[in-house]
């Protein structure tokens, strides 16, 4: 397992980290240990949480996660393991008070005792990774990004990081922290597959050039890319059980990821894979994994079967000759996500 730095902080990890947002929802404890240890086995020293997983969130499941990486933190030395958390954001009107205008707000307050019940319920005296799981372009960067800095001067986190922002609020906050002399952050972690190539763009520039990384989520496109979905939504499937569910936002979701070209697009890559001799969604792994701007990319599962699928990925080196097939693709059925095809940022 090769390790990259994060940003131009001291961390340096694992090239493909261990998602865990479905512990505590589609996993149960037992099985969510069996996934850590298999990770941990494997060479991944990078493990992502989130203080509002399980997913699909809910007030009664918020932090559920958090304690079981906790459990299974226990059983390691800490110094073994870069562990990452999120801190929710406005992402959630319902999540915890204060709020502002109806949402949770990023403010001191709501920092400062995320982060705190975070280290409770994973019991550890420290993050390594602490990030915005949600932007809140409300309020200045500069009061967000002087709570982190703080926290990290206290020594219960050593990196900060965003999550789910746009090139504008990066660079925003990246001047932010250059004028203000805070930290600044040295991540950022948004949906790129190779259904969703939109950080290719701008978000590749400002990640180069600003010295920032990208941590890939959702690199095999929520399973589309696993090929599951090709002959209709399978049992147990997270988009099927949205797509099944009463839920409007969460089917919006799940059409986004299930539609005809997201499918039209793994037909294609399907047999790129086969010749290969990999799963594809080894294939995507090892995609994702090959951008000079991306560190670190999240892998996430239900079980140990589904990790041995990707194992493949974790060394794979795709030739010039595959990244041009695969670019073909993307050529005649481009940003599969979207109806139209354009790139949205």
């Keep these: 397992m090769q390790r990259r730095r994060l940003g131009a902080s001291g961390l340096v990890v694992s090239e493909v980290c261990m998602g865990t947002m479905t512990f505590g929802s589609q996993c149960d404890e037992s099985e969510s240990f069996a996934i850590l240890d298999w990770a941990y086995e494997a060479g991944i020293d990078f493990y992502d949480a989130a203080e509002i997983y399980p997913v699909p969130p809910s007030a009664e499941t918020v932090g559920l996660t958090e304690r079981i990486v906790g459990q299974w933190l226990q059983t390691k030395p800490r110094d073994s393991v870069v562990l990452a958390t999120k801190v929710t954001g406005p992402g959630h ?11 949770a707000a990023l ?3 709501q920092i400062i005792r995320a982060c705190e019940d975070s280290l409770r319920r994973m019991n550890t005296d420290y993050v390594d990774l602490y990030q915005i799981h949600w932007p809140d372009h409300g309020l200045p960067y500069e009061e967000v990004l002087g709570v982190l800095t703080e926290l990290r001067q206290a020594g219960k986190v050593r990196a900060i990081g965003c999550s789910n922002e746009t090139c504008w609020g990066l660079m925003k906050s990246l001047w932010a922290a250059s004028n203000d002399g805070l930290d600044r952050f040295q991540t950022v972690q948004n949906n790129f597959s190779l259904i969703n190539r ?7 520039q400002v990640c180069r050039r600003e010295k920032v990384s990208l941590l890939p989520y959702s690199p095999l496109g929520g399973g589309v890319l696993s090929g ?13 059980a949205y797509l099944q569910g009463e839920q409007e936002r969460q089917k919006r979701m799940a059409e986004r990821f299930v539609n005809p070209r997201t499918l039209q697009t793994t037909a294609r890559l399907l047999p790129i894979a086969a010749e290969l001799g990999v799963s594809c969604a080894a294939l995507s792994l090892a995609w994702s994994k090959q951008h000079d701007f991306v560190a670190s990319t999240i892998v996430g599962a239900t079980s140990v079967a589904q990790l041995e699928e990707v ?18 693709i993307d050529f005649e059925i481009p940003n599969p996500m979207t109806e139209d095809g354009l790139r949205r940022l």
Excluded: M
Aim: with cysteine; charged share 25%; proline share 6%.
């Design 93 to 103: 009107g319902w999540f915890r008070a204060p709020v502002r205008h109806g949402y």
């Design 107 to 109: 403010d001191r307050i």
């Design 198 to 204: 939109r950080c290719e763009s701008e978000l590749a």
């Design 228 to 240: 599951k979905y090709q002959t209709g939504p399978p049992a147990g499937g997270r988009f099927t």
């Design 311 to 328: 194992r493949a990925g974790f060394d794979l080196v795709l030739s010039a000759d595959t990244l041009n097939a695969i670019d073909q």
